[in-house]
């Protein structure tokens, strides 16, 4: 089975049971990446070996929405506030449900203004440095 993009949202809750839409986004990042390979290879080993390493998300997530202020100001009153965050696939008339999957972890959010060219939509980066796994939910 294959599903859209469309029915993506970015989650925020402030105690980690109930979740509200942060804004909406235009794009996500890869959610759980696959781990570091170490180099475990002896000088007896015919070809390099390899065992698993920890995940790295690259310091931060990142996810892209279109610039209002609001949304901005609302990202930036959540700075240095440890909080937890999710990306949820689904909804039920318009409202997010995660009934195809949920990616939820605690982090630090941000917000920077993303640059701009000639007739261009102007876009926000809203970041979260997670502090936590980032852990799978089907529902």
Known sequence: MAINTYGSYLMHSADGTTYSKLLDIKDYPDMIEPPENLDATTLSDPMRVYIPGIKDTGGSVEFTANYDPAD????????GTEGF???????????????????????????????????????????????????????
């Open 72 to 79: 901005f100001a609302a990202v930036q009153a959540l700075e």
């Open 85 to 139: 965050f999710a990306i949820w696939f689904g909804e039920d008339n318009g409202t997010p449900d995660g009934s195809k999957g949920k990616f939820s972890f605690k982090g630090y959010p941000y917000a920077s203004k993303a640059g701009g060219a000639v007739n261009e939509v102007s876009d926000m980066k809203v970041g979260i440095i997670p502090t936590t796994e980032i852990a799978f939910s089907a529902s």
